[in-house]
Each structure stands twice: as structure tokens, then as C-alpha cells.
């Protein structure tokens, strides 16, 4: 019972830490990358999980939604990037973590199905949402409001090995559908932690 | 009398040791790997990636080649990300993936195989590479042949 109250104390405490160093805060102290002006992508939809229900580039209110274009079969740059996030989100408190989504948008539809890419979200990063469109002009729209490219070499409907290049940055929207903030390829899994729980501090200001 | 703390004996052993050191040395060029892992995958990935550290003690010598077992994965084969020519956009370049013939490994120097660099591609994977686990890859150099390693299945370098 103590404990419990003792805890509870504690977490007020950290609370109120972590919002006087958000009021504080300016995006100067983030480790990504922010463009002037900022991104604007809310209005940009793309087609989510097995019923392709639309999902804006949008976060939840006071959550984030981190977004990434990549393809399963890439065995380095991708899940080396979906692992950092991982364990990036396992530096964040349990609260904090269940506040950020992530939602993979596949530039290979061919080889990535919805099951795949759910699988490979669950087993990276938990909390995902496949993006999915066999239509290439809305998947190209949707990559280029982020400024990504990518390109897929040519293949037979049911090739397996074929090589794909994409921009290997990751984005991160808020609830306004604006990109607070971009990572490079390589960022280290604590500069993402970091990012991320600043940011999750101003949404919840 | 029998004793495990025999000095002669251990003598004899430290000699066989040095001895053999030394002929691994003017043996010449055999690289040393340090460090190898694969990244641990999903149930439903196809491929995978392994990462190591090759220093290189002797003369310059070349990777041309690696290979697992038919149970780990259908195909291996050497490959590096690399940022895309002429894809730039502003500072964030789209990164691609290609398929080097060798990966050199200069004189008395250490070449890393790690994440967004030179990296031994599994394709095919018969089965998930299962955190923990363990992957016998047999290395091949240009100059000195084969060499197998063991890398950890994990999701950073040990």
C-alpha cells in the first residue's frame, strides 16, 4: 500500500519534471531532423491492414504515428531500422510507448502482403499497422508528400529475389498530421528514444 | 603418481600452444573474424543478414563468398547498402542494396560487415533465425581459403 502511494508519488513527480522540461523544450533539442516548414501529410491516405481501412498520416489525439516506407524482404536496412524502433520503445515507459504507432508502408506490394508485413511489425516493433496499395500511382503520391523514393527493379509476378532502393528515412507525425520530426538512417536507438518521449511530452502539454 | 598440476606438463602444453601460434602466423594471411551475428527475423521473412568484424593480420586478401547450410537458407551471397547514385533527395538519399562480387580486405587492416554496410544476405530462409540461437557460416577469401564462423542470432552486434 505504501509502495503503491509511494509510486503513485513518484510518477506525479516524474510528471511534473517532464512537462516543465517540455515547456522548456524547443525543437532545437531534438536529435532528428525538422524541415522549415514544417511537412504537412494529415490529408495523405493510404489503404491499413487486411480490410484496407484508409489510414490518414495522422497520429491519434496525443500519440504519434511514426512512418516508414520500406519492404519486408530487405534484410538490412529495414529491420535494422524496425529493431532500433523497438528498442527505442522499449526505453520509453509503458505509457508513453503504447502512444506511438507505427505504420510500415510496404513499396513492394508484390512480395509484401498485409500478413506479412503485420508479422514483421509484431515482431519488430509490437505496435504496427500495415500499409498496403496494389495501386502504384497512390503509393508513389503518398511516398512523395514525405519527399521518399523508391524503386523496384523489374520482376515476374512471382520472382522472390529482386533488389528495391527507398529513402530509409523514418517520419514521425503528430495528431496534427505534421512531421515533428525525421531520422536518418543509423540514428541511435537512444537519439530515437529521446525524440520520441520529447515529443510525446508536448503532445500531452 | 598422477597430478593435474603437473608443471612440466603444462609447460609442454604452453609450448605446443605458442608453436601453433606461430605457424598460424607464417601461415600467413588467414583473416580473423570477430563479433558475427545475423539479425534475428520474423516468422514470415524470406531473408536475413549476418554482420562480422575481419581484421586481417597478414597480406591483403579478399572475401569472395560465403555459405550456410541447405537448412538455414536456399541462397548467400555477398551484398552492400549502399546510398543510391543520382537518387538524392536533399540529404536524405534512397539507400539501395547491391550485390558485390568480393569485399577486400586490405593489408593489416579490418573491414566491418555491420548495418547500412557490407552484410552477408540470406536469402531463402528455410526457418526464422531465432534470437539465441547460433549460425555456422563457412567464409570464403580469395587468398586463404575457407574459414567457418559462428554467428549469434540476435538483434545487435555481441
Known amino acids: 500500500m505504501g509502495s503503491q502511494i509511494l ?16 515547456a522548456s523544450a524547443d525543437d532545437a533539442a531534438l536529435n532528428g531532423v525538422t524541415r522549415q516548414p514544417a511537412l504537412s501529410v ?23 504515428l511514426v512512418v516508414y516506407f520500406g519492404y519486408t524482404s530487405c534484410p538490412d536496412i529495414c529491420p535494422t531500422t524496425m ?4 528498442h527505442a520503445l522499449d526505453q520509453l515507459s509503458g505509457s508513453n510507448a503504447d502512444r506511438v504507432r507505427v505504420a510500415f508502408a510496404t513499396v513492394d506490394p508484390d512480395r509484401d502482403t498485409v500478413a506479412v508485413i503485420e508479422n514483421y511489425l509484431d515482431h519488430f516493433v509490437g505496435r504496427g499497422v500495415a500499409l498496403r496499395t496494389e495501386d502504384p500511382e497512390l503509393l508513389s503520391a503518398a511516398a512523395a508528400r514525405f519527399g521518399v523514393q523508391f524503386a523496384v527493379a523489374e520482376h515476374e509476378a512471382d520472382d522472390l529475389y529482386y533488389e528495391v532502393a527507398h529513402t530509409a528515412v523514418t517520419y514521425v507525425v503528430d495528431d496534427t498530421g505534421t512531421v515533428a520530426v ?24 | 603418481m598422477k597430478s593435474r598440476t603437473n ?12 608453436a601453433l601460434a606461430v605457424a598460424g602466423c607464417s601461415g600467413g594471411s588467414a583473416p580473423d573474424v570477430d563479433k558475427a551475428w545475423a539479425r534475428s527475423s520474423p516468422m514470415m521473412a524470406s531473408a536475413g543478414a549476418a554482420y562480422m ?16 547450410a541447405a537448412s538455414i537458407a536456399g541462397r548467400v551471397e555477398l551484398h552492400e547498402s549502399r546510398p543510391a547514385e543520382g537518387g538524392n533527395h536533399g540529404s ?3 539507400m539501395e542494396m547491391v550485390h558485390v562480387e568480393r569485399i577486400e580486405i586490405p593489408a593489416g587492416g579490418r573491414v566491418m560487415l ?45
Open chain 1, 42 to 64: 494529415g490529408d495523405v491516405v493510404l489503404p491499413s491492414g487486411e480490410g484496407g481501412s484508409p489510414q490518414a498520416m495522422q497520429a491519434d489525439p496525443n500519440e504519434l
Open chain 2, 92 to 94: 536524405t538519399p534512397m
Open chain 2, 7 to 18: 608443471p612440466n606438463r603444462r609447460a609442454v602444453v604452453a609450448l605446443t600452444l605458442a
Open chain 1, 182 to 205: 525525421e531520422w536518418p538512417f543509423g540514428i541511435s536507438r537512444e537519439a530515437i528514444a529521446g525524440d520520441l518521449a520529447l515529443l510525446l511530452g508536448k503532445e500531452s502539454k
Open chain 1, 7 to 22: 509510486r503513485v508519488g513518484l510518477r506525479v513527480i516524474a510528471a511534473a519534471i517532464m512537462v516543465a522540461a517540455c
Open chain 1, 83 to 86: 529493431s532500433d524502433i523497438g
Open chain 2, 114 to 158: 555491420e548495418p547500412g554496410g557490407f552484410h552477408i544476405m540470406l536469402l531463402g530462409l528455410a526457418e526464422p533465425l531465432a534470437n539465441g540461437t547460433e549460425l555456422e557460416i563457412t567464409l570464403s577469401f580469395e587468398k586463404a581459403g575457407e574459414l567457418k564462423v559462428v554467428a549469434i542470432v540476435g538483434d545487435g552486434a555481441p
Open chain 2, 53 to 68: 568484424e575481419i581484421s586481417n593480420g597478414g597480406a591483403a586478401d579478399a572475401l569472395t563468398g560465403a555459405s550456410v
